[in-house]
């Protein structure tokens, strides 16, 4: 009963309108019910494959990846120092000589972005491309930033590299089998800085590094 008092006087102003007026009415509603039909497969809010890959200077993003673990990364710099000497006509002559190179390892998480403080530098580690297996080539970008004033307070960022190549390792502890090389100039084309990271060195000489480092990290 209440049905049939509730909707009885809309019917009857249905067909009291004209021809035009009810077709007009029938199409605007089929046309609402297409409108709001439920996608059949709608795309899932928390899709886990959504973020695989680390933007390059977004740190609140980590990159999803299978191989879990940490990589061992050598890096070398090499400063070029900037010399004066006299020559016989009474003019002096500029030259740039290489020092000695800087050599480290860093340790990071592998799918993680991370930051190193070693000596004057400040070395940046985010990985950027996202590997379901080991033989994969993995990606990495390096920063480098160079401290200095009283406190090493200021920094001055001098390049970055992005580091591709084959992990090797055993039991979470990787390195990358390839390497990245940066030249920094001064404004009037001199080197001053070399940025050299990764390894050339065979898949079986990684290996035995990596198994040095792991008996290391055991005895300590």
């Known amino acids: ?70 990589v061992r990364i050598g890096i070398s710099i090499k400063e070029f120092q900037k010399r004066t000497q006299q020559v016989a006509s009474g003019g002096k002559a500029v030259s740039y000589v290489a020092a000695p190179p800087q050599t480290f390892t860093l340790r990071a998480i592998l799918e993680e972005r991370e930051e190193f403080y070693v000596g004057q530098w400040h070395i940046l580690y985010e990985p950027i491309r996202h590997i379901k297996d080991i033989n994969e080539n993995f990606s990495c970008r390096l920063q480098f930033s160079r401290l ?30 390839g390497t990245a090389f940066k030249r920094v100039r001064n404004k009037e084309g001199r080197p001053t800085f070399d940025f050299l990271a990764g390894s050339s060195a065979s898949e079986e000489e990684i290996k035995k590094e990596i198994l040095t480092a792991i008996n290391a990290t055991i005895k300590k």
């Open 1 to 70: 009963m209440l049905t049939k008092f509730l909707f009885y006087p809309l019917i009857k102003f249905f067909f009291v309108l004209s021809s035009t007026k009810r077709l007009s009415i029938l199409v605007g509603a089929v046309f609402l019910s297409l409108s709001f039909k439920v996608p059949s497969n709608p795309p899932s809010k928390w899709d886990k494959d959504s973020t695989l890959s680390l933007k390059a200077g977004d740190s609140r993003q980590k990159v999803v990846t299978t191989v879990k673990g940490e």
């Open 148 to 177: 200095y004033g009283d406190y090493l307070e200021l920094e001055e960022t001098l390049g970055e590299m992005i580091l591709t190549g084959q992990l090797v390792g055993q039991t979470g502890l990787y390195a990358i089998k």
